[in-house]
């Protein structure tokens, strides 16, 4: 096996003496190529197929440019130096022999060398990769740990919302129950109130001090005053001689009220006897029962009638207020109404005759109070009329209360005076 080496030192004398000592001694090992300078080694060692190449370690020369498959010697003046930076290194003054021989063994060994030298650089490759590959495991599964625990987190921060949403719904749902029933329990407690409330409604009596004195005008008046959604009133006029022809539509009466009057007397009369006699009158708003062609009724029966008559007016239900229109003479009539009424209204004209006729009707109280032990007389209201001044005087008695006056008023139908009358503002004081 012969080896191919090319050598450059700057010594040329020492340079060419080698050579032609290697070429005469140890030509069928060493085939040696003499490099001139470090411009022309690349083309020697191309041109000639080098193994080796020696070369003074004091030149310097970039012999990185050298091919991989050519193995680089240095050639130094010591003897102690056997290698320096991974390159071989031949003491250049020593035996020819021993220079030819370090030089064959080193071509000789080179491509077992670069194998190994190879060999390790990729297995140094495959660690590195190998390397790189797990830190880049490392690094993902990092990164997939990292985004799973942050998907967690985020999973873990939607529940949460998720279940404080659904436990702010539901302690609005709750609320919104639990609102909704005391709601409820409102709207039953004042449906039972005013139930229970209907089941007596206040009762508004009016008495005339006399004939035309204004009791029936100021009791429709008192009604549309205060008829409303939330306020239900029935009217009823027990005088015998009825004039509600002239305030109502009286044609649709269904069963005339003497036939409630003889049930009620007879402990007969039922709600829905009761009902078929009522009309409502869509233009008032308010309900009352047509009186007409009842006189002896009247006389015969509301005495004893008229508490089944209230008592079943409170079975319906339906009424807050119950507006009546008493006679002018104070009867047992009178009191059974009384004894039931929250105001009794005394309507007078304060003229000399209708204060005198207020004063006997209240005096009769009073002794029927004395009599009885009762205080009728705290219900005793009055109201003036057709008040004018020059004329009337307002009464001032003990413990009966004067509401107030209402002066003539002066319009051309009974409508207008309604319309007029119920605006007052002294029909909003009356009812409690």
Do not use: W
């Not at 109070?369 to 007389?377: G, H, L, R, T």
């Amino acid at each position: 096996m012969q080896i191919r080496v090319a050598i450059l030192d700057q010594d040329q004398n020492y340079q060419n003496r080698v050579l032609v000592a290697l070429r005469e001694k140890f030509s069928k090992k060493l085939q040696v190529f003499p490099c001139n300078s470090t411009e022309d080694v690349l083309s020697v060692i191309e041109a000639h197929e080098v193994k080796v190449f020696a070369i003074n370690k004091m030149i310097n020369y970039d012999i990185s440019q050298i091919p991989e498959e050519c193995a680089i010697v240095y050639l130094s003046e010591l003897k102690s130096v056997k290698e320096e930076d991974g390159t071989p290194v031949v003491c250049k003054y020593q035996k020819v022999k021993n220079i030819a021989g370090e030089l064959y063994n080193i071509g000789k060994n080179y491509d077992k060398l670069l194998a190994e030298k190879k060999e390790a650089e990729r297995k140094a490759e495959e660690e590195r990769l190998e390397a790189e590959r797990k830190a880049e495991e490392e690094r993902l599964e990092a990164e997939r740990k990292a985004e799973e625990e942050r998907r967690k987190a985020e999973e873990e921060r939607l529940e949460a919302e998720r279940k404080a949403e659904e436990e702010r719904l539901e302690a609005e749902r709750k609320a919104a129950e639990e609102e909704q029933k005391r709601l409820e329990e409102e709207r039953k407690a004042e449906e039972e109130r005013i139930r229970e409330k209907r089941r007596t409604p206040d009762v508004y009596a009016f008495i005339s001090a006399g004939n035309s004195e204004g009791s029936t005008t100021t009791g429709i008046s008192l009604a549309i005053a205060n008829a409303d959604d939330n306020t239900n009133i029935l009217y009823l006029d027990f005088k015998q001689f009825s004039t509600m022809r002239r305030f109502f539509d009286v044609s649709r009466t269904d069963v005339p009220f003497s036939d409630i009057l003889t049930k009620a007397a007879n402990g007969e009369l039922t709600k829905e006897d009761l009902e078929k006699a009522i009309i409502t009158d869509m233009k008032f708003g308010f309900d009352f029962i047509n009186n007409e062609d009842c006189a002896f009724e009247l006389v015969m029966y509301l005495e004893n009638g008229f508490k089944k008559l209230y008592e079943t007016i409170g079975e319906l239900e339906n009424y807050d207020i119950i507006i009546v229109n008493l006679e002018s003479a104070i009867s047992k009539i009178n009191f059974s109404v009384l004894d039931v009424a929250k105001k009794v209204i005394f309507v007078g004209s304060g003229l000399p005759d209708s204060n005198k006729n207020i004063e006997r009707n209240i005096e009769i109280i009073k002794k029927y109070d004395e009599v009885n032990d009762c205080s009728y007389i705290e219900k005793t209201n009055i109201l003036y009329n057709r008040f004018v001044n020059r004329n009337c005087s307002v009464l001032h008695l003990s413990g009966v209360n004067v509401i107030g006056e209402i002066n003539v008023i002066k319009e051309k139908t009974e409508q207008r005076v309604l319309d007029t009358m119920s605006k007052m503002a002294i029909f909003g004081q009356i009812v409690e």
